[in-house]
């Protein structure tokens, strides 16, 4: 279904990504990636936007680095 906005054109799309695992050729093991959010970037190249959320992470754990749950090692991720 297509929706217009303004000059811009927008489309509704079904959900992704329901399986909400990942998967890690190293270790064959499932990692739990609930939780993830689309932003422009996503399917245009938006640097604003992406900055914008990163920062926001990164300033989050630097001032409160304990509500951040420790659930994968580095051994996972290489």
């Given at each position: 279904?297509q929706?217009?906005?303004?000059?811009?054109?927008?489309?509704e799309r079904?959900?992704?990504?329901?399986?909400?695992?990942?998967?890690?050729?190293?270790?064959?093991?499932d990692?739990?990636?609930?939780?993830?959010?689309?932003?422009?970037?996503?399917?245009?190249?938006f640097?604003?936007?992406?900055?914008?959320?990163?920062?926001?992470?990164?300033?989050a754990?630097?001032?409160?680095p304990?509500?951040f749950?420790?659930?994968?090692?580095?051994?996972?991720?290489t």
């Amino acid at each position: 279904m297509q929706a217009e906005h303004g000059t811009s054109r927008t489309y509704e799309r079904a959900g992704t990504h329901n399986d909400e695992s990942g998967w890690s050729q190293a270790t064959v093991a499932d990692i739990d990636m609930q939780g993830g959010w689309y932003d422009a970037g996503d399917y245009l190249k938006f640097t604003e936007t992406i900055v914008y959320s990163a920062y926001n992470l990164l300033r989050a754990y630097e001032i409160n680095p304990g509500i951040f749950q420790k659930k994968i090692t580095p051994s996972l991720l290489t």
